[in-house]
């Protein structure tokens, strides 16, 4: 399955999501596309993808993935950011995740 975003950019991963069941790392990138994060919840394929890996992974998000891990369930009690616009918004969407606007930043990847 390949993942095509307007412009010049392709990701082609190059196993399924059986494959997140052994992570020891799972990256989830930034988006701004609308969707049920947005309302505090994921479905389908990504809802099945986030329960795969297992509670011992380091997670990682750039800018605005991290609400897709946090509607997933996977930052509750756990501390966390985002893009610094949009704390406040998550920190109440989202109330069981830790949410700081403290942490260090590099060209809008936080981890």
């Known amino acids: 399955m390949a993942w095509v975003a307007p412009g010049p950019y392709r990701i082609e991963p190059g196993h399924g999501p059986e494959a997140l069941q052994d992570a020891d790392t799972v990256v ?3 988006t701004h596309a609308p969707g049920r994060r947005m309302h505090g919840t994921v479905g389908g394929r990504l809802a099945e993808a986030l329960a795969r890996f297992p509670p011992t992974a380091r997670l990682m998000s750039i800018c605005t993935g991290a609400p897709v891990l946090a509607a997933a369930g996977r930052l509750d009690g756990r501390p966390a950011t985002t893009h610094w616009a949009r704390v406040a918004e998550f920190r109440a969407l989202y109330p069981r995740c830790a949410w ?5 930043t590099s060209t809008t990847v936080t981890c």
């Open 28 to 30: 989830i990138p930034g």
């Open 100 to 104: 700081t606007s403290r942490c260090s």
